[in-house]
């Protein structure tokens, strides 16, 4: 499965680096491949691993902030089981037949 989400916490100012910060190193110590962008960050793993890392992200958050949001898109396809981060932009990259920005 790939999950798509995005953190954000509240009452805590303008800027967000801090909290973001620590949502990205729990990611990032939890072994799943994951992608950050500034809007946000893609993980893949099975359903209980990305779930339960984006979980301990929420929880985290809420450490930071008295309020706390989440969006969370998930793509599950059971009968793919390669690396669907890679596999989805390798099949634009066919379409288009030229490498896109990664």
């Known amino acids: 499965m790939i999950a798509e989400f995005s953190i954000v916490p509240l009452g805590v100012g303008e800027s967000l680096s801090k909290s973001v910060a620590e ?3 729990i990611v ?6 994951y992608r950050t962008n500034p809007m946000g960050t893609v993980v893949e793993g099975d ?3 990305v779930m339960d890392v984006i979980k301990r992200c929420h929880d985290a958050a809420l450490e930071i902030a008295p309020r706390v949001t989440s969006r969370i898109n ?3 396809r059971p009968a793919k089981t390669e690396a669907r981060m890679e596999s989805k932009l390798d099949a634009i990259e066919s379409v288009l037949n030229r490498q896109i920005k990664r």
């Open 23 to 25: 949502v990205i190193r």
């Open 28 to 33: 990032d110590e939890s072994g799943l491949t």
């Open 47 to 49: 359903w209980a691993a």
């Open 74 to 76: 998930i793509d599950i």
